[in-house]
């Protein structure tokens, strides 16, 4: 998690540490990309560390051969990613490294502790009649009451992610009473103290853009791009797992990154989605 400006080493990383010959100058890939992809490279591995000066641009111009025009492009892409910061006046850093945590409904939030700096407001709270899928995904009759949640999650209060989430009602009215509309989660509820464990999740995501609400609560434009995650939560029972939740979540796309990892030792390949977050300001 970023914290603030990046702390400055008294002098850059070496220039005449970048061979020119990391660059194919044969190569249908533009130059500038290919330089972007060698930066990237030293800072994920850890070769270059967070606050860390990067040379300057005629510095690595003049050691790769390239213009400093191929060198500009190379940093802007690495600054829209937020793996590097442009300080004007002072150059240009290593960013901080950004935070993995489990993508997914709200109870994969309460599934574990969390941290000071991240906070889940109910922003509305509401029995509904929802439509056939949910009740289907919930494993549910029509009889039953379902709850809707809806929440807005901010990272060291930065607005991430909202979120839709769909439950039971008779599985958690421990939830609907643990906080009023418009006030923040108590940090320390807990699925576990409530007798819930969290199986696996079915999650698929996609791209879309949000609509004057969630811009409103993100402050960012209407339209900017989203990503959009369905995901089924289950839990834990002597009979094998039952659908918990399910959710719809939008998160922001100019904050985020997602990694897909193959989870390991279960037969069906599944995959398990891991949401990498910078939330510097």
Known sequence: MSTGSPRARDAPVAADTLDPGLLDRTSFVPLYYQLQEVLKERIE???????????????????????RAVVRRALAILEDDRQIDRIRGRGTFVAEPKLDFRAGGLSRMLATPRDAFLEIK?????????????????????SEEILRLTTLMSLSGVPIAISSSFFARADVGWLEEAV????????????????????????????????????????????????????????????????????????RGDRLQFRLDLSSGQESGSLEATMTVDSAG
């Open 45 to 67: 591995s850890g070769v270059w560390n967070p606050g860390d000066a990067l040379p300057s641009e005629p510095d690595l111009a003049r050691s790769l051969g390239v213009s």
């Open 122 to 142: 109910l922003l509305d709270r509401r029995v509904v009649r929802a439509e056939r899928s949910i009740r289907e995904r919930l494993a549910l009759d029509g």
């Open 180 to 251: 009023e509309v418009g006030e923040v989660l108590d940090s320390r509820i807990l699925l576990s103290d409530h007798g819930v464990e969290l199986a696996h999740s079915d999650v698929s995501i996609e791209t879309s853009q949000c609509g004057q609400f969630e811009a409103d609560c993100f402050g960012i434009p209407e339209r900017s791009a989203v990503f959009l995650v369905l995901s089924q939560e289950f839990r834990t029972t002597p009979g094998g797992p039952t659908p918990f939740e399910v959710a719809r979540v939008e998160y």
